[in-house]
């Protein structure tokens, strides 16, 4: 795969540490020359310098042959034009910006531009891990449109001792494996829930508080939904 | 006035602060935003209109400036990456009739007509000018020459 991606900064520089890694062929564009010259000499990455909202630049750093541009500027007008340029332009199948002001990410989307906004991830991330005490461990996938979560029965849960065919869950939710004493289950509905079992849920933020409500009995739960 | 008109203009430099001039000496209502207090100078004093301070790429100002209601929008600030996004939120989300963005780049304006948002190149209207100065330039030598 090759990914041709725009930014700056340490989020740019371990983002293509780890795609290197990962074996993806990397391009970078980035304006300041100084900058350029310590990523050449830190990264196995081509680094092209100039103006990515440049369409030769875009071109040199051959955003034709490119399956995903990833810009990641701390501007967020750089970073949509960018997306726009390399997808209409050169056709580039998957362009991705980040919304650095959270309010943009739903206008990229509107415009026809995949987004991402950090202070929405981790904002929901450390909501999330705080509001509830029997969440052990939380991870949003998708780009922050499903969580995975994972959660400790405690004796006062209103699910411990119910089968899961007997669980009204919300649409779209999930309850993907139960860890009990160590051992994974992937349940079937006739499987009994039980206190002290870690359960892993599969939900979208628009279901998730409810899904937890009906998991935990915690009502101090605040929907971002 | 019947056909008064509300119009918003993003950037006030030399290009924004003279249609914002033009635009409310001839009866129109006119809102300028800016991130910079201090470009509201270059406005003249008989400037009518209303000034907004802060960063048109933020959903915030725009709706300040009241979007949702102007019949005409320009996108005139130095970087055409701003003017292109304020653009097409203005086209696009705020559903303004008129939008007319100024850009640098002559590539960038390629692929912003292909999107739908009109734009103007100042360096190719620059040189289409040129071109015509000397196009005419030969002609009337032609006539002097016969």
């Known amino acids: ?225 | 006035m019947n056909n008064s008109l509300y119009i918003v203009i993003v950037g006030c430099g030399r290009l924004g602060s003279h249609l914002a001039d033009q635009l409310s000496r001839a009866g129109h209502s006119v809102v300028v935003i800016d991130k910079k207090e201090d470009t509201f100078n270059e406005l003249s004093a008989a400037f009518s209109g209303f000034r907004v301070m802060g960063d048109a790429t933020r959903m915030a100002v725009l709706k300040e400036a009241k979007l949702k209601q102007a019949d005409v929008f320009f996108a005139t600030t130095h970087e055409d990456n701003v003017n292109l996004m304020v653009a097409q939120v203005a086209r696009k989300i705020f559903r303004v009739p008129q939008v007319l963005a100024r850009v640098f780049d002559p590539k960038r304006e390629q692929v912003y007509d292909r999107l739908g948002i009109e734009t103007i190149c100042p360096t190719s209207v620059a040189a289409e000018v040129f071109l015509m100065a000397v196009a005419s330039g030969q002609s009337a030598g032609g006539q002097e020459a016969t």
């Open chain 1, 1 to 225: 795969m090759k990914v041709l991606i725009v930014g700056t900064g340490q989020t740019l520089y371990f983002l293509c540490r780890r795609f290197t890694a990962k074996g993806y062929e990397v391009v970078i564009i980035n304006r300041n020359r100084e900058e350029c010259t310590q990523l050449a000499r830190q990264l196995a990455a081509t680094v092209v310098c100039g103006d990515a909202g440049d369409a030769t630049i875009l071109g040199e750093a051959g955003a034709m042959s490119t399956d995903v541009v990833l810009a990641i500027t701390p501007n967020d007008q750089d970073n949509l034009v960018i997306c726009q340029l390399a997808s209409v332009q050169f056709g580039v199948p998957r362009a991705i910006a980040l919304a650095n002001d959270p309010d943009n990410f739903e206008i990229f989307e509107k415009l026809g531009v995949s987004a991402f906004s950090t202070t929405h991830i981790v904002g929901s991330l450390i909501e999330q891990q705080t509001s509830l005490e029997q969440i052990v461990n939380l991870l949003p996938v998708g780009e922050g449109r499903v969580n995975v979560t994972e959660i400790v029965l405690a004796a006062g849960s209103p699910v411990a001792g119910r089968c899961l065919k007997d669980i009204a869950l919300p649409e779209n939710a999930l309850v993907a494996v139960v860890i009990r004493g160590g051992q994974p289950i992937v349940p079937r509905g006739t499987n009994q829930l039980l206190a002290g079992d870690r359960v892993v849920l599969i939900t979208l933020p628009a279901n998730h508080g409810r899904v937890l409500n009906l998991f935990t009995g915690e009502e101090t739960w605040r929907s971002r939904g």
